[in-house]
């Protein structure tokens, strides 16, 4: 089991980001959260699986049809303690 904090920047608020995280996450057996920071990026916190965790990774740097990522920056966290993928 691994953990994985991201911050995703570019135009990745308002465009349904955060739901469409979700969605991956759930579908790659993923706990976690992703919510809005109030400097515009989203920041991620992924637990799991390492290969799913890194398949994560790869859908960020797409997003959803409307946003556009301009970075994702990955860092190792403390294991998340929730269950199931919040939306924050």
Partial sequence: ???ARFLV???VQGVFYRASTRERALALDL???ARNLPDGRVEVIACGAPAAIDALEQWLRRGPPAAR???VLRETCETWSG???EIG
Avoid: L, N, P, Y
């Fill in 31 to 33: 706990d976690g959260i």
């Fill in 69 to 71: 990522v301009e970075q």
């Fill in 9 to 11: 920047s570019g135009r």
């Fill in 83 to 85: 269950s199931g993928f």
């Fill in 1 to 3: 089991m691994a953990t």
